[in-house]
């Protein structure tokens, strides 16, 4: 059979249907990356202006209110090792840690909820946030990874791995 089904349910794509519709993504998603340059990397500025001001009053009191930090102050320390870098190093370096993190609580989906890898990647890459977090440098595939590894813990009634992660979030 070629085709993609979900354990299920009756949703059948073809493969080349869901390579299609993958590869269409990705280059909308590469050429909104292309974007960020001409926007000035986008909200990656906050991130990196963070790490730069972690530690300090400047953090919770910027002089330019357009780039408030608005978690917690001690994440600002994941950001530090960015002030040292231009934004673009940075926002390149998010990109490809979102990516891959994205890309991690896709296996993860499909290994908890037993449909196949192919559907998983296609439905995680194909959610607004997982593209708005590449696309303006946001942070919120750590967050889908971060409940992904939790709803694995709970239904293999591992306490570690289900509270540690939700620790983390």
């Keep these: ?48 202006s963070a790490g730069a001001h972690v530690g300090s009053a400047e953090l919770l009191h910027p002089q330019n209110v357009s780039i408030s930090f608005v978690y917690l102050p001690g994440f600002a320390w994941v950001f530090a090792p960015f002030a040292h870098t231009s934004h673009a190093v940075g926002f390149a370096v998010n990109a490809i840690a979102m990516l891959l993190c994205a890309g991690a609580a896709a296996l993860i989906a499909s290994r908890t909820y037993a449909v196949s890898v192919p559907l998983a990647l ?3 890459f194909a959610w607004c946030p997982t593209m708005n977090a590449l696309v303006i440098g946001q942070n919120s595939p750590a967050g889908l990874l971060l409940v992904m590894l939790s709803l694995l813990g709970a239904r293999r009634n591992a306490a570690l791995l289900t509270a540690v992660p939700i620790g983390l979030l």
């Design 122 to 124: 296609a439905l995680v």
């Design 1 to 48: 059979m070629n085709a993609v089904v979900a354990r299920r349910g009756t949703l059948r794509l073809s493969r080349g249907r869901l390579r299609l519709y993958s590869v269409g993504l990705a280059l909308m998603g590469v050429g909104q990356i292309i974007w960020a340059w001409k926007f000035d990397f986008w909200d990656w500025k906050t991130f990196a």
